[in-house]
């Protein structure tokens, strides 16, 4: 077992790499170039995410410093007590050990959440999918090379080149200490994690979002957070999939048709729920299942519902658990509305694009998990911490 490592060799590792990035940008993009010339493009959120551009770059970097600046996760005391035997106890955050992180086509992965677990004191298995395999071998090597620069193990950070089958073995019987698996991609991959794994797993990437659109909306700004929301990313997990429209919408045909306009020119497909069938340039859901589908694609679902509450109970029946937005001007129902539904994140006249890492603050994520233990939404430094309790006496027992 690797000996932990300081707070200040963590921090130079970070910096290390962040700076070898920058240095080496040119052979990433060579590397990424072979990876998109093996990809046969049939998945368009797929090919976005394995692109690697001057802009993920940017943001590869921009993590790496971010997280070398932070504070330490580690050792912040969390409880306090002291017995009245004189023995001393109290609560500390701890690492988890060594973290498995399945993933695919993002190559910004290995870099973003495999340095968030790297500052949190963890070492780190990763295992890309095959679609990104140059990618992730020339970005785990910077790796290497940042370690090594300051006298560390090489395997604080590992790629597993294994196949779907050797993945399963390894998930079934691990040849070495695992603590938690981080599952980060589709739902078959997800499941096929859970299935196999014997150690804790943390679900992340779906989405399925929903944005409800109040009877006392701001129709201008509805649609702009619609069409941000659904077309600014579709690659992205904080996507939006579904709306919900106010049966009593003042100017609700205008609404929608200005809304139907605007997401046609993103080459965005409309489908609508049977209350809303007719409307020009849709097409009526061909059965219930599509309400849990999340899409990413340009493809969007318009439903109607006579109220708040059956808004609610629309979305708690069929979201993701992932991020749920209401546009009103009414505070009391904005209230109601994100104390009732059941997301990790709830959004009052806000596009659900927001549920990021970086954009709440957190300088990255981990991964946005839709569990609720041990923690929901997106997982930063804070709280990719396990605790350990640490208890001082001079010869007390019980």
């Known amino acids: 077992m690797n000996k932990q490592l300081d ?11 962040a700076q ?19 990809y046969d493009g049939a998945d368009l959120a797929m090919g976005d995410r394995l692109k690697v551009d001057d802009a993920k770059v940017a943001g590869m970097i921009s993590a790496l410093k971010q997280l070398a600046s932070e504070p330490d996760p580690l050792g912040i005391e969390r409880f306090a007590f002291s017995h009245e ?55 785990v090597e910077l790796w290497h090379k940042a370690l090594e620069e300051h006298e560390c193990p090489k395997d604080w950070v590992t790629y597993l080149e294994f196949d779907r089958t050797q993945t399963q073995a390894f998930l079934e019987h691990p040849t070495q200490k695992l603590d938690l698996i981080v599952p980060r991609g589709g ?18 990437g779906r989405g399925n979002n929903f944005v409800y659109v109040d009877t006392d909306a701001d129709l201008q700004m509805a649609l702009d ?11 992205a997990c904080n996507a939006l999939d579904k709306v919900l429209i106010s049966r009593d919408l003042p100017r609700k045909q205008e609404f929608l048709h200005h809304l139907i306009q605007s997401l046609k020119k993103h080459k965005v ?8 069938e007719g409307l020009e340039g849709t097409s009526v859901m061909p059965n219930e299942k599509v309400w849990y589908e999340e899409f990413l694609d340009y493809k969007i679902l318009i439903g109607q519902v006579p109220d708040l509450d059956e808004a609610i109970i629309t979305i708690n029946t069929y979201g993701g658990g992932h991020s749920a937005v209401i546009v009103t001007n009414n505070e009391e129902k904005a209230a109601e509305f994100m104390n009732s539904v059941d997301a990790a994140a ?25 569990d ?18 640490y208890v001082k006496g001079n010869g007390q027992v019980r």
């Open 225 to 235: 957070i619609i069409i941000n929301g659904k077309a600014s990313k579709i690659s």
């Open 372 to 389: 609720k233990l041990h923690q929901r939404g997106p997982i930063g430094l804070q709280h990719l911490v396990t605790n350990k309790w």
């Open 187 to 204: 739902e078959k991959l997800i499941a096929f994690v859970k299935q196999h794994a014997r150690c804790p797993v943390i679900v992340s």
């Open 346 to 370: 709830v959004y009052h006249n806000a596009s659900s694009r927001f549920t990021d890492g970086g954009e709440f603050g957190l300088g990255g994520e981990l991964a946005i998990s839709t």
């Open 20 to 38: 070898l990035i920058s240095m080496e940008k040119s052979a990433l993009f060579a590397a990424n170039k072979l990876d998109m010339g093996n």
């Open 85 to 139: 035997n004189g023995i001393k106890v109290s609560n500390k955050t701890a690492p988890f050990g060594t973290i498995l992180i399945i993933y695919e086509s993002r190559p910004d992965v290995t870099i973003e959440a495999a340095g968030i677990a790297f500052k949190s004191g963890n070492k780190i298995l990763l295992k890309g999918g095959k679609e990104s395999l140059n990618s992730n071998l020339f970005l």
């Open 269 to 276: 497909e409309i489908l609508t729920d049977a209350k809303l």
């Open 7 to 17: 707070i200040t060799t963590r921090n130079a590792v970070l910096t290390t790499m």
